[in-house]
């Protein structure tokens, strides 16, 4: 069965520090990975998503880069917090699209985040 | 603008009762899904309803579709206090390659 893992669940960050989550998958292969912020009791904002290996789209623009340095390895990072990147960050897979016409997700435990 | 939007922000009911909690939204579909949040969690996939297809059940879930008035609603039977958590509505549509937007969801409440 399939299982994706995100670490760590909590990050407390001064400003200007640098920035890396870690988002790993297992049990499937060739997957779409995606990163999403969520605000406290808001929805979710699609950050960047990814069908291949080194192959990433951006949605908003922002201080935040992702890379896909493996198959089921999605990395998000940041050379420099701002305040306003304080949130829940979550990761999801789903089967890639030329094999699977649902696009069902299915997310990581997430990681807190708090920039001070 | 958000693809997808629930109604209402946020439900508070008694235990045993009916739960419904609506998505709207603005351009056409392939699939709309609805997810579950427990507080501090990640999303679980609960349902997936096609584009031309009306209404789908899983145990106490009922999803609807209607496309002409680009709305569904999520009714939930019986609620449980284990019910207590956010419900989104995500919107896939195929633009080249599936895209999925989020609502911003309702906070479900169960009292005991």
């Known amino acids: 069965s399939q299982t994706i893992h995100q670490w760590p669940a909590t990050l407390v960050q001064p400003v200007g520090s640098p920035l890396s989550l870690e988002c790993t998958v297992e049990g499937t292969s060739n997957p779409n990975l995606y990163w999403y912020r969520q605000a406290a009791g808001r929805g979710l904002q699609l950050l960047f998503y990814s069908v291949g290996i080194g192959q990433i789209s951006s949605e908003v623009p922002q201080n935040l880069s992702a890379s896909r340095p493996q198959d089921r390895q999605f990395i998000l990072s940041s050379k420099k917090l701002l305040l306003s990147d304080s949130g829940f960050y979550l990761c999801?897979?789903?089967?890639?699209?030329?094999?699977?016409?649902?696009?069902?997700?299915?997310f990581g435990p997430g990681t807190r985040l708090l920039v001070l | 603008s958000q693809q997808g939007e629930e109604d209402p922000q946020a439900l508070s009911i008694q235990e045993g009762e009916n739960a419904t909690m609506n998505c709207s939204y603005k351009?056409?579909?392939?699939?709309l899904q609805w997810y579950r949040q427990n507080s501090g969690r990640g999303l679980v996939h609960l349902i997936l309803i096609r584009s031309n297809e009306r209404e789908k059940h899983s145990g106490r879930l009922r999803v609807t579709l209607d496309t002409s008035k680009k709305s569904s609603s999520l009714l939930i039977t019986a609620s449980r206090a284990a019910d207590t958590a956010s419900y989104f509505c995500?919107?896939?549509?195929?633009?080249?390659?599936?895209?999925?937007?989020f609502g911003a969801g309702t906070r479900l409440f169960v009292k005991a």
């Open positions: 995500a919107t896939v549509r195929n633009t080249g390659g599936f895209k999925t937007i």
């Open positions: 351009t056409s579909i392939n699939n």
């Open positions: 999801a897979w789903s089967l890639n699209y030329l094999r699977e016409t649902q696009e069902t997700q299915y």
